[in-house]
């Protein structure tokens, strides 16, 4: 950086360690209801969050015995996403699924 700058100009450009942060991470989770099918859930997991079989059957698991599963780890507007992919296929398959997401 030139020393001959405008001084506003270089604080600008200037970022100090402590204001460099990472972005937040978010979980989304799957909620258990008494009419989803499992079926229906192990699809979300593949199709939503590019689960293998063995990995949406773990997680389709967890949140039927638990009430809740966590289904990834993302950034704020992908979080964000993925729970509106959720809830718009599970309402174009008449299933009431929730999904949801909490910062990390």
Request: aromatic share 6%; proline share 3%.
């Amino acid at each position: 950086m030139s020393d001959k700058m405008p001084l506003e100009r270089r604080d600008a450009d200037t970022l100090l360690d402590d204001e460099i942060r990472e972005p937040r991470r978010y979980k989304v989770l799957l909620h258990n209801d008494h009419y989803t099918t499992m079926e229906f859930v192990v699809r979300v997991l593949v199709e939503v969050f590019h689960k293998n079989e063995a990995q949406a059957t773990r997680i389709m698991l967890s949140v039927h015995n638990q009430g809740k599963g966590v289904c990834g780890i993302y950034t704020a507007e992908v979080a964000e996403t993925k729970v509106n992919m959720v809830h718009n296929l599970a309402k174009q398959a008449g299933y009431p699924l929730r999904s949801s997401m909490e910062e990390v």
